[in-house]
Nanobody, 126 residues
Framework: VQLQASGGGLVQAGDSLRLSCTVS????????MAWFRQSPGKEREFIAR????????YVSDSVKGRFTVSGDNAKNTAYLQMNSLKPEDTAVYFC????????????????????WGQGTQVTVSS
């Protein structure tokens, strides 16, 4: 399973961005996709997840109301819509996918995910 994230860039505070993450390879092997982010000097932070079969989503409190996660199963792609961006949203954003082998681990922890994309930089200027 390979993940390819895209859509990052340099924007101004208040702008919006949509990140995409496409899964290729053994696409039957995952059931949850998630987004994390990591700022310099900080730990990687869980942002949002979506369950493939049901479309159920969960967004962390830190971005709730501004960020939404969605998916297109036909395209094996998950999206992170980010609105009202703030300078503190500046980070490298990673997508991840989780197989059933990790189902007993927390879906908000890095350890809960088998597969990771390469990350895409989001920079928000004030």
């Amino acid at each position: 399973v390979q993940l390819q994230a895209s859509g990052g860039g340099l924007v101004q505070a208040g702008d919006s961005l949509r990140l995409s993450c496409t899964v290729s390879g053994r696409t039957f092997n995952y059931y949850v996709m998630a987004w994390f982010r990591q700022s310099p000097g900080k730990e990687r932070e869980f942002i949002a997840r979506i369950t493939r079969s049901s479309g159920e989503t969960y967004v962390s409190d830190s971005v709730k109301g501004r960020f939404t996660v969605s998916g297109d199963n036909a395209k094996n792609t998950a999206y992170l819509q980010m609105n009202s961006l703030k300078p503190e949203d500046t980070a490298v954003y990673f997508c991840a996918a989780r197989s059933l082998s990790r189902r007993f681990l927390s879906s908000e922890a890095q350890s809960g995910y088998d597969y990771w994309g390469q990350g895409t930089q989001v920079t928000v200027s004030s």
